[in-house]
Structures are given as C-alpha cells and as structure tokens.
C-alpha cells in the first residue's frame, strides 16, 4: 500500500501511479477479443458454444441449452428466504423510485412568428445487459441495469450472464423474475457482448449494451460501440474516502476493505490532513483484513492498488481527489455538505459518517453502475438515459421563415451550397 505525505520527495511519482490505476491493458487483449467477436459474427449459436466450453466449463447441447427457463427464475424467486425476498423487494421500490425522478420529457416551444422548436426522448427498442457471474454474482448488478431500462420503456431486454459449470446464481435467478426479465442467456464474456451487438439465432442484435465485466468485457464493448451504443468502459472498481480527524477509523478501513474484496485490481484510496487518522486507519486495515471472506483479494488488492495520503489541510486533500476522480467517494466528515461545492469529479458521492458506500451499492436508490479509473470526469453513472435517445423537432411557418430564411440563405451561399442555398430561397416570398 501506498502511504506517503504530500511533503515527501517521492509524492508526486506515487500520486502518478494512483492516476494510472484505471489503465487496462486493452491491446494485450483486443487479438483475442477480435478473433471471439469475429466468430461469432461468423458461426453465431456454434461459435457461443464453442467459447462456453472453453471459457465456462461445459458445453451447450442444443440452442435451447444457451437460454434459462422463467421457470427455473421462479422457482428460485419461490425458494428466497422470507427476509432476503423482503430485502430485494426493498431496493427494487428504492432504486426504481429513484430512476422515474430521472426520466427526461419531450418538450415544445411555440415562438410568436409560428416557430415550433422541441425536443421528442423516446426509449430504444432493445437493450443487452451484461450482468458478471465470474469471481461472484451480483444480483444487485441485475437490478441497477434492468429497473432504468424498464423505467426508460425499453420494450425488448435482454440479460447475458456466464454461468461456470453450468450452475447459474440461484439469486440472481430470482433478482431476474422480481424484475420481470424472460430472456436470459448463459453466455458471459467477450461473446456475450458479440452475440448482443450482431446477433445470433438464438439472441437477438440490441441497440444498447450496458453492465461492467472484466478486461475482456470492457475491450468487446469498446470495439462494438459505433453499430450498438454503449454505457461506459468501466474497470476495476475504487473508493476515496475523504476524511478528517471526526472519522472513526475502524469504519474508514472497513469501507475501504469493501471495494477490496471486489478485485485484487481494485482500488482504494483515503485522502486526509490528519496523520493521526492515517496511521489509525492502517491498523485497522490489518484488523479487519483478517476477519474477511475474501481476506487473499482483498490483502492482494490493498497491498499493490490501496493508498493513504495525509494533506496539510482539506483543501489540498479535495484537490488530489478531483484529480482521482473517483468511482464512489466517501466524505466522512462532521460538515461534509460544506465540502460538496468543491467535489468536481466522483462518479457517486456518500456524505457524512453514516453513508458507507456499500449503502450506495444495494438499498440507496442511484445506480452503482458507475464510471472507473478517472473517467468520472466525463462519465456519468447509469441512468434512464442511457436507454432512452432524444430527436430535434423543428417546424417553421410562412412567416418564420421570411422573416430568417435570408440570413439562413446568406450563410449557405457562404459555405457553397448552392442547393442548401436554393431550397431556403424558393420558399422566401
């Protein structure tokens, strides 16, 4: 783990490698995802089949093998716990509610003249979502890409999910009827992002592919994008944590912990002017380490990608974080609103001691789909609108267009367009 001071000589080499910590090494990838998406364009069903025996472990029988039945999705709904069930239900009402507060209007406006100007959102036919079923299943995952597509009025969703040994997550199973989805494949990876942007016999070709996933995933989505559109290149996930001395430390190294256990290529970073906090909180990192499930990710994840940085003040401190731009970002302070004007850049923000982010991950309401690596300074999380495309309305009357048709004329003749030109003039009187 990095733990340094800004004072120190070496800060500013440490901080750079923090900067990097989003970087993926696409181009050691992209061959081998080219030849996947390239079979698959290719032999469709056979070539899905083909990498599920060798990516997952068994080996599809027929087309009807790739897709999960609604009623294995119920059975599993059927057999929750009463409490987990209650639990789901729960985040499903809070995370929808949230999502219809985003939904954009379609909107006119009528100008004196006959002008007519607006604005038509209308949601895309189809939508792919790729939900991980790899290192661990994230049902959550499934509720935070479906309930925006459902709320944008996404008529065709789709559902990718690999399924090692052919043993799909039971709870995501149930995730998946508690949300009304019928269509979910077997398929994970770079072919299922292949399969959703050109189509199988089996799965059809969608407009929009959402969900994060590993390095493989991440490179299919950013070379499928242009013929489907996407929601954002996401990678291993990070927190920043910006805290002062109110910060109870056993709480700091336990959320930072949280995205720890993600992946050993997580990150976690806490920034503080407070050397007091900072070396308290590195104990209690080795503390609760040894309490976790996941303590050999996490260790690794916190040993090479983890960070404490103590600031001489808080301004300083906010400073290095925009520059972080972090996934979910933490301010555990007594004041933490007074501080929000100065957050630029943080795909979520978690205000004051009692908002840990895994809060944020289940039961909150926004989406924990989020922008990684740095990229949160020009990535938004996922939301209705990704699922959703805007149209410019435009309708002119006689005397509208007398009254700017000859300025509109004048800039066209100026350009050359001669035809552009003509087609304004013919209608001037």
């Given at each position: 783990?990095?733990?340094?001071?800004?004072?120190?000589?070496?800060?500013?080499?440490?901080?750079?490698?923090?900067?990097?910590?989003?970087?993926?090494?696409?181009?050691?990838?992209?061959?081998?995802?080219?030849?996947?998406?390239?079979?698959?364009?290719?032999?469709?069903?056979?070539?899905?089949?083909?990498?599920?025996?060798?990516?997952?472990?068994?080996?599809?029988?027929?087309?009807?093998?790739?897709?999960?039945?609604?009623?294995?999705?119920?059975?599993?709904?059927?057999?929750?716990?009463?409490?987990?069930?209650?639990?789901?239900?729960?985040?499903?009402?809070?995370?929808?509610?949230?999502?219809?507060?985003q939904k954009p209007k379609s909107?006119?406006?009528?100008?004196?003249?006959?002008?007519?100007l607006g604005q038509k959102v209308?949601?895309?036919?189809?939508?792919?979502?790729?939900?991980?079923?790899?290192?661990?299943?994230?049902?959550?995952?499934?509720?935070?890409?479906?309930?925006?597509?459902?709320?944008?009025?996404?008529?065709?969703?789709?559902?990718?999910?690999?399924?090692?040994?052919?043993?799909?997550?039971?709870?995501?199973?149930?995730?998946?009827?508690?949300?009304?989805?019928?269509?979910?494949?077997?398929?994970?990876?770079?072919?299922?992002?292949?399969?959703?942007?050109?189509?199988?016999?089996?799965?059809?070709?969608?407009?929009?592919?959402?969900?994060?996933?590993?390095?493989?995933?991440?490179?299919?989505?950013?070379?499928?994008?242009?013929?489907?559109?996407?929601?954002?290149?996401?990678?291993?996930?990070?927190?920043?944590?910006?805290?002062?001395?109110?910060?109870?430390?056993?709480?700091?190294?336990?959320?930072?912990?949280?995205?720890?256990?993600?992946?050993?290529?997580?990150?976690?970073?806490?920034?503080?002017?407070?050397?007091?906090?900072?070396?308290?909180?590195?104990?209690?990192?080795?503390?609760?380490?040894?309490?976790?499930?996941?303590?050999?990710?996490?260790?690794?994840?916190?040993?090479?990608?983890?960070?404490?940085?103590?600031?001489?003040?808080?301004?300083?401190?906010?400073?290095?974080?925009?520059?972080?731009?972090?996934?979910?970002?933490?301010?555990?302070?007594?004041?933490?609103?007074?501080?929000?004007?100065?957050?630029?850049?943080?795909?979520?923000?978690?205000?004051?001691?009692?908002?840990?982010?895994?809060?944020?991950?289940?039961?909150?309401?926004?989406?924990?789909?989020?922008?990684?690596?740095?990229?949160?300074?020009?990535?938004?999380?996922?939301?209705?609108?990704?699922?959703?495309?805007?149209?410019?309305?435009?309708?002119?009357?006689?005397?509208?267009?007398?009254?700017?048709?000859?300025?509109?004329?004048?800039?066209?003749?100026?350009?050359?367009?001669?035809?552009?030109?003509?087609?304004?003039?013919?209608?001037?009187?």
């Amino acid at each position: 783990m990095i733990f340094t001071n800004t004072k120190n000589s070496d800060f500013a080499k440490s901080f750079e490698e923090l900067l990097q910590r989003g970087k993926m090494d696409i181009a050691q990838v992209s061959a081998i995802v080219t030849g996947i998406i390239d079979e698959i364009k290719l032999d469709k069903n056979e070539a899905l089949k083909k990498h599920i025996a060798k990516f997952d472990n068994w080996t599809p029988k027929s087309d009807e093998d790739l897709k999960i039945s609604t009623e294995s999705m119920s059975r599993a709904y059927d057999n929750l716990d009463p409490k987990l069930k209650k639990s789901l239900h729960l985040a499903y009402d809070r995370i929808k509610a949230y999502h219809e507060k985003q939904k954009p209007k379609s909107w006119f406006d009528t100008e004196s003249n006959g002008t007519i100007l607006g604005q038509k959102v209308t949601p895309v036919d189809s939508a792919g979502l790729y939900i991980p079923g790899g290192k661990a299943a994230y049902p959550s995952s499934l509720l935070m890409n479906v309930i925006p597509a459902q709320v944008a009025g996404v008529e065709k969703i789709i559902v990718t999910t690999p399924t090692p040994d052919n043993e799909p997550n039971e709870l995501l199973l149930a995730a998946c009827h508690l949300c009304g989805v019928s269509e979910v494949y077997k398929v994970g990876g770079a072919s299922a992002i292949g399969a959703m942007a050109y189509g199988t016999e089996t799965i059809s070709k969608v407009d929009v592919i959402t969900g994060p996933g590993n390095i493989f995933v991440a490179t299919a989505k950013k070379m499928v994008f242009g013929d489907v559109n996407i929601d954002m290149i996401a990678g291993p996930s990070e927190i920043g944590i910006l805290a002062d001395d109110s910060a109870n430390p056993s709480h700091l190294a336990i959320d930072m912990l949280s995205q720890a256990e993600h992946d050993e290529m997580a990150s976690s970073i806490l920034i503080t002017p407070s050397q007091t906090l900072a070396d308290a909180v590195k104990v209690e990192i080795e503390v609760w380490l040894k309490k976790l499930s996941r303590e050999e990710i996490a260790r690794k994840s916190i040993d090479e990608r983890g960070a404490i940085i103590v600031t001489e003040n808080m301004e300083e401190a906010i400073d290095l974080m925009n520059q972080i731009a972090p996934e979910h970002l933490e301010v555990a302070t007594d004041n933490a609103f007074e501080y929000l004007a100065y957050i630029k850049h943080a795909g979520a923000i978690f205000l004051g001691h009692n908002t840990p982010e895994a809060i944020g991950d289940y039961v909150a309401g926004p989406n924990h789909t989020l922008p990684t690596g740095g990229t949160a300074k020009f990535f938004s999380p996922l939301g209705v609108e990704n699922f959703m495309k805007k149209t410019s309305i435009i309708s002119f009357s006689k005397k509208a267009i007398n009254e700017i048709g000859e300025e509109c004329a004048l800039i066209a003749s100026t350009e050359g367009l001669t035809a552009h030109e003509q087609s304004v003039r013919v209608r001037l009187s």
